[in-house]
């Protein structure tokens, strides 16, 4: 079973910045695709970023310009820099993985606990 640990998430005012990481553990053969959502109270749960293997990137359109996702030199790390932050990005993010187990298995979509952002002045 994989792990996601999800780290980097506060209190942070209105223009300012927050960098989230993510470390995916355990006994896995690859992963494809890692990404970051996030959900607001009262809303679903909403892609903010996703990026593959090849490094291919696609972002939601409300954080185009602003966020930008990346992989970690260390194996199976995602990193999500949060920048200009607003009000409406408060919300509780979410490490996504699309985790391989074995070679030519099908791929299980698994999630980490979750970290709040909370942007506030």
């Known amino acids: 079973q994989v792990q996601l640990v999800e780290s980097g998430g506060g209190l942070v005012q209105p223009g300012g910045s927050l960098r989230l990481s993510c470390a995916a553990s355990?006994?896995?053969?690859?992963?494809?695709?890692m990404g970051w959502y996030r959900q607001a109270p009262g809303k679903q749960r909403e892609l903010v970023a996703g990026?593959?293997?090849?490094?291919?990137?696609n972002y939601a359109d409300s954080v185009k310009g602003r966020f930008t996702i990346y992989r970690g030199n260390a194996k199976n790390t995602v990193y999500l820099q949060m920048n200009s932050l607003n009000p409406e990005d408060t919300a509780v993010y979410y490490c996504?993985?699309?985790?391989?187990?074995?070679?030519?298995?099908?791929?299980?979509?698994?999630w980490g606990q979750g970290t709040q952002v909370t942007v506030s002045s």
């Open positions: 355990g006994d896995i053969f690859s992963i494809e695709t």
């Open positions: 996504n993985a699309l985790v391989e187990y074995f070679r030519g298995s099908p791929t299980v979509n698994s």
């Open positions: 990026i593959t293997s090849a490094g291919t990137t």
